[in-house]
T-cell receptor, first 114, second 113 residues
């Protein structure tokens, strides 16, 4: 059973629009929440990450919002571009575990139309 | 800088055959990992090696074995392939064990018929 639930499974957004992907977790011991971006035929690459001591982190057009009490976090892609078309994975891990024990969500395929 | 290199990129096996997936990183990372990726399942950890000389089971280790040959190389072996092992396999590495960026290879697409 996945410890991190991700939605939606896929989404289509017009160029310039906002893409929003949501994730929820159960394990309150999780303290590191990265997002990975994956293009077809490539391995995932770290996009942005957040720790629970902050509620929001922004890097360029990408923003993570974190709600510790609700055990939810989300990725917002502002001014979406065709080059953002990819699969996005949320993940979570505990500080006491090695990075490798990241729990991944199922992924969201984002398509940005011109 | 090649990063994480996996070989082969594609492989078709018959049920019961064995094979080894190779992974090498040139970033002097201590930790290395093997994941499998299946549709609708995200990435699931098979085995990991926190440092040279150590290996540990991840979430889905059954049917696999690993070898941390040296600091650079971490191989994944399927002793008797099954159709359920049809998947895309990713190797990754990271500099430290805790909450640092991990770098993934480009993957091996394995089909077991």
């Amino acid at each position: 059973q996945q410890q991190v639930k991700q939605s939606p499974q896929s989404l289509i957004v017009q160029k310039g629009g906002i893409s929003i992907i949501n994730c929820a977790y159960e394990n309150t011991a999780f303290d590191y929440f990265p997002w990975y971006q994956q293009f077809p035929g490539k391995g995932p690459a770290l996009l942005i990450a957040i720790r629970p001591d902050v509620s929001e982190k922004k890097e360029g057009r990408f923003t993570i919002s974190f709600n510790k009490s609700a055990k939810q976090f989300s990725l917002h892609i502002m001014d979406s571009q065709p080059g953002d078309s990819a699969t996005y994975f949320c993940a979570a891990s505990r500080g006491t575990d090695s990075w490798g024990k990241l729990q991944f969500g199922a992924g969201t395929q984002v398509v940005v139309t011109p | 800088n090649a990063g994480v290199t996996q070989t082969p990129k594609f492989q078709v096996l018959k049920t019961g055959q064995s094979m080894t997936l190779q992974c090498a990183q040139d970033m002097n990372h201590n930790s290395m990992y093997w994941y499998r990726q299946d549709p609708g399942m995200g990435l699931r950890l098979i085995y990991y090696s926190a440092s040279e000389g150590t290996t540990d089971k991840g979430e889905v280790p059954n049917g696999y074995n690993v070898s941390r040959l040296n600091k650079r190389e971490f191989s994944l072996r399927l002793e008797s392939a099954a159709p359920s092992q049809t998947s895309v396999y990713f190797c990754a590495s990271s500099a430290e064990a805790l909450n640092t960026e991990a770098f993934f290879g480009q993957g091996t697409r394995l089909t077991v018929v």
